[in-house]
């Protein structure tokens, strides 16, 4: 069993997280364009999201 003294210990030795993760936004004109690109026949999702340097995943969501 974990005192009041022990928690506030382990507490201690947990680094504070001071910088969020930047996060990307992309336009609204960029993702159709992406799109656009990911429908023509013979190109892969995966080939436009390394080409505009993005992860399929989000190319296929959008």
């Known amino acids: 069993m974990l005192t009041d003294t022990k928690v506030k210990q382990t507490r201690c030795l947990i680094p504070k997280y001071n910088k969020p993760r930047k996060t ?3 336009s609204n ?3 159709v364009k992406a ?3 990911s429908l ?3 190109i892969q999702v995966k ?3 390394e080409t505009l340097d ?3 995943f989000m190319l ?3």
Do not use: D, P, T
């Open 24 to 26: 990307w936004q992309y």
């Open 29 to 31: 004109e960029f993702k």
């Open 35 to 37: 799109v656009m690109l």
């Open 40 to 42: 023509i026949e013979g």
């Open 47 to 49: 080939e436009v999201a």
């Open 54 to 56: 993005i992860h399929s």
């Open 60 to 62: 296929s969501r959008w």
